[in-house]
């Protein structure tokens, strides 16, 4: 994933975008088959924050393809200028930065809680 933020910044977008969906995809699997079998509400609660975030990742991917690539915009054009407005507004307009912070930050939040949760739980044995 910071290959393709890094790539998408020094230019080379179409690279970046398509480098960073396949490392939020695989990041996402790759949390999203760790298990926790215990039985604290709070590591549960945690972890499926954590899950959201990895799809928000996946997320932020996808509309920096679609901003590179520009799939939905014959969608868009059917409705004139009012229907490219938005599409330019809403679809395309960097939102994926704002959800790749909002998932960054959930991220970093649920990493520190879930490490410090999993050692008071190793203390309580």
């Given at each position: ?18 480098t960073?969906?396949?490392g939020?995809i695989?990041?996402?699997v ?6 926790y ?9 945690l972890?499926?924050?954590?899950t ?25 054009q ?48």
């Amino acid at each position: 994933m910071v290959v393709g933020i890094a790539l998408n910044f020094f230019g080379f977008q179409m690279v970046g975008a398509w480098t960073f969906l396949a490392g939020a995809i695989g990041f996402g699997v790759m949390q999203m088959m760790q298990q926790y079998d215990g039985k604290d509400i709070v590591i549960r609660r945690l972890r499926r924050m954590m899950t959201l975030a990895d799809v928000l990742f996946i997320v932020a991917g996808l509309l920096m393809v679609e901003q590179n690539c520009q799939f939905l915009l014959p969608l868009f054009q059917k409705n004139g200028i009012q229907g490219l407005t938005y599409y330019a507004q809403y679809v395309v307009h960097n939102n994926w930065v704002l959800v790749l912070f909002i998932a960054a930050i959930l991220e970093l939040y649920t990493m520190h809680r879930i490490s410090n949760e999993l050692s008071k739980e190793a203390k309580k044995l």
